[in-house]
Structure formats: C-alpha cells, structure tokens
C-alpha cells in the first residue's frame, strides 16, 4: 500500500518531512491521510503545564512541580535512579504513539531533528550525540567500539556503576585487556587536586584509558572531570566517562569538557521517557579544548555503518569529516514516539534553563548537606561539600547515631523502607568501600531536583533525624 507522502515507508525510512511533522520538527504536516499531528511538540498540552510565570516570582518553582506527573502524597528523592517526565512529555509520547499506530509508520532514521535538539543543550554539535537506550547502552557502545588490545590497561575507580564495570569486565576477558583501579577516598575533606593526583599517580606506560563516574553514584562525588580530562590529554589517554547523572542535573558544555566520551541517562535527572540515553562521541579536534587526534573508535552496534568503501576518515580539526553519531543511532527501526519526548523533555529544560536548573538543585543539596552536617556532624556526610568542583545534587550519608551502624545493611534497608512506608519520602541505599575499612559502609541517598524546594529539603531531613532517633 502506498500512503502519500510516504514515499520510502517501511524498508529504506520514513520521509524527512513527515518524521520531523510527527515529532514536532516543523511545519510540515503528514500526509497520511489523518488529521495532521501538532507540529509543536514544545507546546504544553497538558492540564498543569501552562507556561511557566517568571523565574523571579515566587511561585516560579511551584509552577515548575506542576509540569510533572509525579504523586503528590509522596515526597520522590530518588532521581538518582529514575526521573518522572513532564505532563508534556508523556502528552507527545502518547499522541505519537497513537498516530505512528495509525499510519503504521516506520522510522529507519538516524534522528537527526531529536539529536540537533539535544546537542544544543549539552554544548555539542550534532554529529557528536546519540539518542541511546541509557548509560549502560552508552558505555557498552564506547567501550566495545575502542580498539583496545591484549595488556591496555583501563584506569578507573572502586566505585563504578556495572553500566561501566561490565564492559570493561568484557574488554577484559575478550581482549586481554587490564582494568587498574584507584581507591577513592570519600567525604568533605577531599580537593579536586587531590583526586587527579591519585590518577596521576597511577598511569602506566601501558594505560590507554582514563574511566570514571562523574558523580559517582554511590557518594555523590562529581570527580572534577576537567582536570582529569588534561591529565588524560596530557598522557595521550582516552577518557571515557560515565556521566549517568549528568543530563539534566549539570549544565555543562561537553566540548568544553574535553572529554571523549560521556555516556548518559535521559531517564534520570533529564526525566525523559524510560529507556533513553545520551552518548558524547567527541568528532572533532577543538585544541583549546582537546588538541588530541580522535581515537580509533568503531561504531559497532549500527546500520548506518558504510557497508562499502572502509572506514570514514576522521576529522583532525574543528569540522567533522563523518557524521558518527548518526551511524551510532541508525540501528533499524527506531521509535518516533520515544524519540519525540526526549526531544521534547530537552525543550522544557532549555526553555527553563539548564543553568538555572543546575543552581536549584546544587542549592537544594547543599542545603540539605548543611542540615546533615548540622544533626549528624559533617562526618557522616559521605558526598563533598566544599569544594564547588565536587558537588553535584545527590547526597549520600550515614543516618544513624551509633557509627557501628554504618555496616548494618539490613538497618540502613529498613530505614529506607520505613521513611518511605511512614512518611511518604523515597530515597535509596548506597553500600561502598572505603579506604582503612575492611567492610563496605552502608549508606543512604538522597536527590533533590528540579521538582522540590526548600521545604522538601527541611521535610527529608526532620523525617530522617526522627526516624534515626527512633531507630537508635
Ligand atoms: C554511575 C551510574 N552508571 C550507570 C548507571 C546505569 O544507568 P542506566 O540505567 O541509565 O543504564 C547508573 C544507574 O544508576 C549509575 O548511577
């Protein structure tokens, strides 16, 4: 059957015009027969997401939570692990859906609207960013796609995530490859120096690549990701990040970084649909912020991929010579819906400002950092406070008064789910080593977000101190 105006239906890819129509790329309407979808997915409609008053009035933040979908009679403090996307969001998800449904539309598409969109918010180009599936998707791709060999060794940390570990469990026990690790030290008494000393310090002839979480997960400790990116340059080392927390919590500019890898969550803090990543592939020699040739990278999970005339050639200056990450993403049919929300939850979050998200919610965690400190002493804080280049809007601490508790997993299990049972509050367990310790500390975390003020801090922290008192 031939649908009009689509003229590749269903085996090479559905129209450029029609697919940005369904997502909200522009003005062009589908010819499908069926009444033309909104051309503005940015546009809020949904009940509760009317536009934004403004960012100095006093209700701007209310008016912010309203944008969401998340349960009023429960406090979420658990970003960390998953997000809850904007009314809008689900809205474009939902009509999208419905129409691909309706055309029965294919998308053999290497998405370059959605990517185009993102890459203005994450200070990339689009040749450099991928829609993936999550973290974990990401850091699979970089690291089954860097040409490692038998004795490279993989720097990296005690405290990653197994999005990270387990890729490099497989570098490992396919290729030969070594994974060395730095002990972390944990707290508020630690400086940026000092983390990029210790990697320093631990480079060999043989490492090829720097790796580390920046946060890391368990301790909310943004590992100053600037400086180890230098020190990499420096050595002529890869760097590769996991970044899962990043999108959506940091403004940052991924050139500026000077990384070469960034893998990401758009689920978590970027609250877009489940099952959504953001990749950084670096495409590009921009010297005042990485002066380094590219690394010899394969896209291997790809149909984009030239099937014919061998490897693109790389770029060695400030222009892309291959468009990676749009080989990156084509991988058979994708989905129009899922991709019109991430696009459209990055729309929400430029139109209020990814700095101005950033400031919220680090200020909201140094609050509650402040809180903790002022209850529990500031050292049962396992996340930074201090230093600005360490902070990030996860909090990791101990909550109980006794300090043999902190290797009670059961205890710090049951405080969790007694703080979500008797007061409405979810947050999550963290459990990691620390240096001088034969035993992993046990921990909880907590988020603070976009979505919560001031009070919701002040509420987190008079449930945990009566519920620690109780609990001692
Ligand atoms: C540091 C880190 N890396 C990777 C992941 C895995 O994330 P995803 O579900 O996006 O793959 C997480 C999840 O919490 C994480 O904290």
Redesign the pocket.
């Known amino acids: 059957m031939v649908i009009p105006g689509l003229s590749t239906r269903g085996e090479t890819g559905v129209s450029r015009r029609t697919f940005a129509g369904l997502i909200g790329g522009g003005a062009a309407s589908v010819g499908l027969g069926l009444a033309a979808p909104s051309a503005q997915a940015a546009t809020p409609t949904a009940a509760g997401s009317a536009a934004l008053p403004p960012a100095s009035s006093p209700g701007y933040w209310d008016a912010v939570r309203r944008l969401f979908a998340l349960d009023k009679d429960v406090l979420f403090m658990n970003v960390?692990?998953v997000g809850s996307p904007p009314l809008e969001v689900l809205d474009t998800v939902d009509r999208v859906h419905r129409e691909v449904a309706a055309g029965a539309i294919s998308a053999y598409s290497n998405f370059a609207d959605v990517r185009a969109v993102a890459a203005r918010g994450y200070g990339c180009d689009p040749d450099e960013l991928v829609i993936s599936h999550?973290?974990?998707?990401g850091?699979s791709k970089i690291l089954a796609g860097l040409a490692l060999r038998e004795g490279d060794e993989i720097l990296t940390t005690n405290h990653e995530?197994s999005?990270?570990n387990v890729p490099m469990a497989l570098a490992r026990d396919r290729h030969g490859v070594v994974v060395r690790r730095v002990a972390l030290p944990v707290g508020n008494d630690q400086r940026a120096e000092d983390y990029v000393e210790l990697f320093r310090r631990a480079i060999t002839s043989r490492t090829k690549v720097l790796l580390f979480?920046a946060p890391?997960?368990k301790t909310g400790t943004m590992l100053p990701i600037r400086m180890l990116a230098r020190l990499a340059q420096q050595h002529g080392l890869t760097t590769v990040v996991?970044g899962?927390?990043i999108p959506g919590m940091m403004a940052y500019d991924f050139h500026e970084l000077g990384v070469d890898f960034l893998a990401g969550?758009a689920?978590?803090w970027q609250c877009g649909p489940g099952g959504t990543?953001i990749l950084y592939v670096r495409n590009k020699v921009i010297s005042r912020f990485n002066p380094n040739p590219l690394p010899v990278f394969w896209p291997v999970v790809s149909s984009g991929y030239p099937a014919e005339g061998g490897r693109p050639s790389r770029s060695d200056g400030p222009t892309e010579s291959y468009d990676i990450a749009a080989d990156l993403q084509s991988v058979g049919n994708g989905s129009l819906a899922v991709m019109a929300g991430v696009r459209n939850v990055c729309e929400v979050w430029d139109r209020i400002g990814r700095e101005r998200i950033q400031s919220h919610v680090l200020g909201l965690s140094g609050y509650l950092k402040e809180l903790i400190a002022e209850r529990w002493g500031v050292n049962s804080l396992y996340s930074p406070k201090d230093d600005p280049r360490l902070v990030c809007a996860l909090t990791s601490f101990a909550p109980f008064r006794d300090p043999g508790d902190v290797y009670d997993a059961a205890k710090t299990t049951a405080f969790v789910a007694r703080l979500k049972d008797e007061y409405g509050i979810v947050i999550r367990t963290s459990d990691f080593p620390v240096i001088g310790s034969s035993r992993n500390h046990q921990t909880v975390r907590v988020s603070t977000h976009l979505f919560h003020q001031k009070e919701d801090v002040e509420r987190v922290a008079d449930a945990m101190w009566q519920l620690s008192g109780e609990m001692s």
């Open positions: 960390g692990t999550n973290t974990s998707d850091m995530h999005g990270g979480s890391t997960y996991d899962a927390h969550s689920a978590k990543g």
